[in-house]
């Protein structure tokens, strides 16, 4: 997320991170939580019982789109970590610009027909068949077409550190995600562990809610740039 071991990690990295949202320091650690487990109803009930938490969701289901600054941190069960910022826009429907800044700065774009992926330093641009190439369950919540009625609630907690409401959920069929929303109701948390331990966190700040412009979400490959089309015949 230097050659072709730099180009497979960004592109876990990114699927975890659009699946796993927000960094999240070492002090995180010592935050404090008072956490709610659900009862047995609440947990089979199709829509989460929470009212905060179902406003926040239309509410976010209700923009037409986004622009945030984004931290993220990729820790790793054996202890190390990667950490990865840059900022990410939303214009529905399908598209969005994840655009990573640092370590080393990584381009992917979703135009609404398929998904570019570049890399500058590489000077390298590869086509992708469409969203779900490098999309994951958060990034249809993001999107809008995920509703409420399609989440199931496991737990909720809040966080005094940071001060956001916690809800640890299942998104369709995928495995459970932490989504964290300001007291405003704004997501700005999402973390998810894989089997093997390891975190990936994200923190969203300084985001726009308003809709970005279209053209933001069109790339035309600088001269001399390698074009690579990766996309599979349907």
């Keep these: 997320m230097i050659g072709t071991d730099k180009n497979g990690m960004i592109k876990k990295v990114l699927i975890l991170c659009v699946s796993c949202c927000l960094f999240a320091s070492q002090a995180l650690a010592a935050k404090v939580t008072q956490q709610w487990d659900l009862d047995e109803y609440e947990k089979n009930a199709a829509m989460p019982k929470s009212e905060f938490f179902n406003r926040s969701i239309k509410r976010l289901s209700q923009l037409p789109g986004f622009n945030c600054r984004f931290d993220q941190l990729i820790a790793f069960a054996d202890g190390g970590g990667k950490h990865y910022s840059g900022s990410v826009a939303v214009l529905k429907p399908k598209r969005f610009r994840w655009q990573y800044q640092q370590p080393y700065e990584q381009l992917y774009l979703g135009d609404g027909d398929m998904i570019w992926h570049y890399e500058p330093d590489l000077m390298q641009a590869e086509r992708l068949n469409n969203i779900e190439a490098v999309d994951s369950s958060v990034m249809g919540l993001l999107d809008g077409s995920i509703t409420a009625t399609e989440i199931k609630m496991f737990k909720r907690e809040y966080d005094s550190e940071l001060d956001i409401q916690r809800f ?67």
Excluded: H
């Design 168 to 234: 640890q959920v299942r998104l369709k069929d995928s495995p459970e995600v932490w989504l964290g929303f300001s007291k405003y109701g704004d997501l700005v948390y999402i973390e998810r562990q894989d089997t093997l331990g390891n975190s990936n966190q994200m923190r969203l700040s300084e985001c726009s809610y308003i809709a970005p412009p279209k053209n933001l979400f069109s790339f035309t490959p600088p001269k001399g740039v390698d074009v690579l089309d990766m996309r599979q015949s349907k």
